[in-house]
């Protein structure tokens, strides 16, 4: 799956308001990113790969009302 630059400008505004507004700590983010490179690292990764897939197409298919 290829990220967009859009999708990671969300993602970077999410991260934002979560450490801002919810308490979200330095390690907390630091640890997220740790298990992202060991997810990918798993037999797991093509499963989570195909459910980021499918999530940003349906979302993709909803923002663009239903013709997609």
């Known amino acids: 799956m290829t990220v967009s630059i859009?999708?990671?400008?969300?993602?970077?505004?999410?991260?934002?308001?979560?450490?801002?507004?919810?308490?979200?700590?330095?390690?907390?983010?630091?640890?997220?990113?740790?298990?992202?490179f060991l997810l990918a690292d798993t037999g797991a990764a093509p499963e989570i790969n195909s459910l980021i897939s499918g999530l940003v197409h349906q979302t993709q298919i909803w923002f663009s009302g239903g013709k997609g």
């Open 6 to 36: 859009p999708l990671l400008t969300l993602m970077v505004i999410v991260a934002y308001v979560a450490y801002r507004h919810y308490g979200l700590r330095a390690w907390h983010a630091i640890v997220c990113l740790i298990l992202g």
